[in-house]
């Protein structure tokens, strides 16, 4: 019995100039399978400038002397350029110290934010037959519908009580305020681990400590990518706090600092712009750097 095959089309550099017809049908069909959505992609360019206009505006202020920011409009590009700005900015609001400050801040915002809420997660998650635990998830999502301003007096007169009127207080209240969004978004993960994972882990002689430093956390690797952006963006740029915590001038961070370009009665809007371009660095190349685990834990967690 003689058994016949349909050739395959020849693709690439050795296909045919006079391509078969069956060629032909075949990219027809690859390219129907990518259809762009020309409308959509208009509506996501007019959103992109709300974004790149704003950059691009802040770049070109940064640039300009005194003289060219009070002439033409904003968005007009200087001609020459003054990288001068960026040094003077440098100088003025010392900004390795700042930096240093806000660096502190950050870094253990982050840690702290992916150790407590994580665990917390992992008690709720696993405990969730219990009444205490399913009552704590709730007493943790009604912190979410309380305005901030409105509790944050008395938050920063028992910080002050404490010795807390410094950038550790700081930490210890971004830590605190970030449990209850952070724990909404770690809970959904948690649940799509399989407890036999567990169960075996402890058939071994695995503690419950171990079963998460060794089992559990490593498994929300793509939540602790969403989780620490998060909390790297929300204390890095955070301005409230600082202003209204840290006695200490020495130990202001960034945002805080900046504002000693704006006087009683002018701005210097060419040095405050620079110094906004500084600080809005490091954002700006963690995001970029990992703005692709945003999205793929949200919706793991999502839906799993």
């Not at 032909?24 to 959505?37: A, L, P, T, Y």
């Not at 920063?156 to 210890?172: C, H, R, S």
């Not at 058939?203 to 956390?217: L, S, Y």
């Amino acid at each position: 019995m003689t058994v016949y095959t349909r050739p395959e089309p020849i693709t690439g550099a050795a296909a045919p100039t006079g391509a078969t017809p069956g060629f032909r049908k075949n990219r027809r069909s690859n390219r129907e399978g990518f259809k762009v959505n020309w409308w959509l992609t208009a509506l996501m360019l007019v959103a992109s400038l709300t974004v790149l206009l704003p950059l691009y505006f802040t770049v070109a202020m940064a640039l300009k002397s005194p003289d060219q920011i009070g002439t033409g409009t904003g968005l007009a590009w200087p001609n020459p350029m003054n990288w001068e700005n960026f040094a003077a900015a440098y100088v003025a609001t010392n900004f390795p110290r700042a930096f240093m400050s806000t660096g502190f801040v950050t870094v253990l915002s982050v840690l702290g934010s992916l150790a407590c809420s994580s665990l917390v997660a992992y008690a709720i998650a696993r405990n969730w037959n219990h009444r205490f635990f399913r009552g704590s998830f709730v007493y943790l999502l009604s912190a979410m519908f309380i305005p901030f301003p409105v509790i944050i007096l008395p938050l920063i007169k028992q910080t002050a009580l404490l010795g807390l009127d410094n950038p550790a207080g700081v930490v210890f209240l971004h830590v605190l305020g970030g449990i209850s969004f952070n724990t909404l978004l770690y809970i959904a993960f948690v649940r799509s681990i399989p407890v036999e994972l567990e169960e075996s882990a402890r058939m071994d002689g695995a503690t419950t400590w171990q079963v998460f430093r060794r089992i559990i956390f490593p498994l929300l690797a793509p939540m602790n990518a969403t989780v620490g952006i998060f909390a790297f963006l929300g204390s890095w740029n955070d301005f409230l706090l600082p202003q209204m915590m840290i006695a200490d001038p020495a130990l202001q961070t960034l945002p805080v600092v900046q504002m000693l370009f704006q006087g009683e009665f002018n701005t210097n809007y060419s040095l405050a712009f620079a110094s906004y371009l500084m600080a809005m660095a490091p954002t700006l190349v963690v995001y970029i750097l990992a703005q692709r685990w945003v999205l793929s834990g949200v919706m793991r967690g999502a839906v799993k």
